[in-house]
């Protein structure tokens, strides 16, 4: 890391402080700053009333570790690899506050922080805590089950089961991660309120789900359901009925009031000791979550819609004393980081991309912004149009990974990955050093979406994508021109098919080429009515299936990219209906009809009941 120097402050005497207060898949759409009139969440519009609210801000690097990769370095990385720890060639925003004397502390129940793929995040801090429990977090030990409500879970990682056992010991809202997470971080207010030069990261992996809150803010949202247990759906195309769908929003918006009163908490001490003066309040996430909109939950499988990457942020800046103002300007998650190392008059590194955000007027910063993960879609954004650059082939190559930390979220590289390992070339970013480049892998392939173009303006929830030549050619032409600005690999180009070097012309636009793609995956699911139920039908979960020997062998044949891989370590109690709800590149409709006509020919009670040709 290059010298850091801090500049010469111009401002007044008084204290510098700052605290930053992230939520997970925090919904723009459900706060009532943002327009929301049913979700109870009055501290959020107290927030409003007091701080600048940002209209226009847009993630970048997705999901949770590469989003918070940005927030300490500045930069996208989604480009370069998937989740990952901090390189040793990263630039870390709380380190360099560290080495500038600046004292920085993280309080955080996010679980990822102490997985491999998180692991080099929180020792950039002076201090750190973290409250266990959240998710499926390997925390409490129990040999025999859990004891499990009948629910409409299909997808089961280990960290379900955990979830159950995690669940006996967070009875009370004492006890709650959240409540924790926020006691300590009150708590080190309080201790510190009269110091100066100090960052405080309070970090809540709440409203991610699971949904699970307490009974008095599941009380704000009264409504008869007597089904199955619902709290954490599956990442997939909505396969519930209304009544359950309805259930799971309620359930996200009592979690979401939880963190509005802890988001009160915070405004209330800062109330009590009089830190509006001197100290700097930012409200942030990383991404949404999808709650049925477009017919899908979660997020990752599926294109990354609005919901998922326009987010909400707000600011306060002493600086400027402006409460209540609201701003256009184009901002994203890369800006972070400068803006808070501009607060301490510490320069931000020329390795930073981002840029300090305009909260005192509403300054035009950039007129695209880039977000996606690594190996999905490659999006840009003008505030307008959104371009979504699936891959040209439907192979989805070439896809890199390009690291020194070579693990994924929850494990190390595997030596299969690392068989054809090869040395790099240094980026613009690694400090000259050479990084290893690996072939990468994508759990599910954004082929099968095709290539979007939407316009906000005409359609702001994103339900009828465009084609617009001159709309596409002037979009491509800028997402190429940031992808060369920030050193992505040649790989990239060349899988999603637009130019390294030279200029972008007509014969590199694949909105109306890839049209019967985008018409197919909006396609809707078939009814479930379609399929009869019967010992051997597409509604059987696959582990039954796969116990009979005909019908696996069926499966087996049709589905090896499942049945012959880890894949099946979490779908074994999904069945193929779940399946074609979560991917179609897995189970395109046409197959899974036809895999139901050859599993009711084994069925002599189905005789003459198969379903519908393709």
């Not at 949770?64 to 500045?74: V, Y």
């Not at 919901?307 to 409460?323: A, G, I, Q, S, Y």
């Not at 103002?325 to 607060?343: G, M, N, W, Y």
């Not at 954004?446 to 994103?462: H, K, M, R, V």
Request: proline share 8%; aromatic share 10%.
């Amino acid at each position: 890391m290059r010298a850091l120097r801090r500049r010469r402050s111009t401002r007044k005497d008084g204290r510098m402080r700052a605290i930053m207060v992230m939520f997970d898949s925090l919904n723009r759409h459900l706060l009532p700053p943002y327009g929301s009139d049913w979700t109870r969440a009055p501290q959020f519009t107290r927030l409003g009333s007091r701080a600048t609210t940002f209209d226009n801000c847009w993630a970048g690097s997705l999901p949770c570790m590469p989003a918070r990769r940005e927030i300490h370095t500045g930069r996208y990385n989604f480009l370069h690899r998937s989740w990952g720890p901090l390189e040793p060639f990263d630039d870390s925003m709380p380190e360099i506050l560290k080495q500038t004397g600046v004292y920085t502390h993280l309080a955080s129940d996010h679980p990822h922080y102490w997985e491999d793929g998180g692991a080099t995040y929180h020792g950039r801090y002076n201090t750190w805590e973290f409250f266990r429990g959240q998710e499926g977090d390997p925390w409490k030990g129990q040999v025999g089950e859990p004891e499990i409500p009948e629910d409409l879970k299909r997808m089961r990682p280990a960290g379900y089961r955990q979830d159950w056992v995690n669940r006996r010991y967070l009875d009370t809202e004492p006890r709650h991660p959240q409540t924790r997470t926020f006691d300590a971080s009150l708590e080190f207010m309080h201790v510190n309120s009269d110091q100066d030069r100090w960052f405080l990261q309070i970090e809540t992996f709440d409203p991610h789900e699971p949904f699970f809150s307490h009974q008095r803010y599941k009380d704000l949202y009264p409504h008869d359901y007597h089904g199955p247990h619902l709290d954490w759906p599956d990442y997939k195309r909505v396969t519930e009925e209304p009544d359950q769908v309805r259930h799971v929003r309620y359930e996200y918006a009592a979690l979401l009031s939880m963190c509005d009163n802890s988001l009160g908490r915070v405004l209330d001490t800062m109330d009590e000791l009089r830190m509006w003066d001197d100290t700097m309040l930012i409200v942030c996430t990383d991404h949404g979550f999808l709650l049925g909109e477009k017919n899908w939950w979660g997020k990752n499988v599926q294109p990354w819609f609005n919901e998922l990457v326009h987010l909400p942020l707000f600011v306060w800046d002493p600086r400027t004393n402006t409460p209540g103002q609201r701003r256009k300007s184009l901002v994203q998650t890369i800006d972070l980081a400068p803006t808070i190392l501009e607060f301490f008059d510490v320069e931000p590194t020329s390795d930073m991309q981002g840029l300090p955000l305009p909260v005192a007027e509403d300054r035009h910063i950039r007129e695209v912004g880039l977000f996606g993960a690594h190996g999905g879609h490659i999006n840009i954004t003008d505030g307008r149009y959104v371009y979504m650059r699936a891959p040209a082939t439907p192979t989805n190559t070439p896809l890199d990974e390009h690291t020194l930390m070579p693990t994924h979220m929850c494990g190390r590289f595997s030596p299969a990955e690392l068989a054809d390992i090869e040395l790099a070339e240094p980026f613009s970013f690694t400090k000259g050093v050479r990084t290893i480049r690996v072939p990468g892998r994508t759990l599910l392939n954004p082929y099968q979406f095709g290539t979007l173009l939407f316009d906000l303006e005409a359609d702001p929830q994103q339900e009828n994508p465009i084609e617009d030549d001159a709309v596409e050619l002037r979009m491509a032409t800028l997402m190429v021109g940031l992808m060369r600005a920030h050193d992505a690999p040649t790989s990239q180009f060349e899988r999603i098919g637009l130019p390294a070097t030279g200029p972008v012309t007509s014969d590199h636009l694949l909105v109306r080429a890839q049209r019967a793609l985008a018409h197919e995956a909006a396609e809707p699911l078939p009814d479930r009515a379609e399929f009869p139920e019967h010992p051997m039908s597409v509604h059987r979960p696959l582990h039954e299936l796969l116990a009979d020997r005909e019908a696996g062998a069926i499966l087996r044949h049709e589905l090896p990219m499942v049945t012959d891989s880890e894949l099946l370590q979490f779908l074994a109690h999904a069945s193929l209906l779940d399946l074609a709800a979560i991917s179609r590149g897995l189970l395109p409709i046409a197959k899974l009809r036809a895999i139901a006509n050859q599993l009711a020919a084994l069925d002599p009670a189905t005789e003459g009941a198969s379903t519908p040709a393709p």
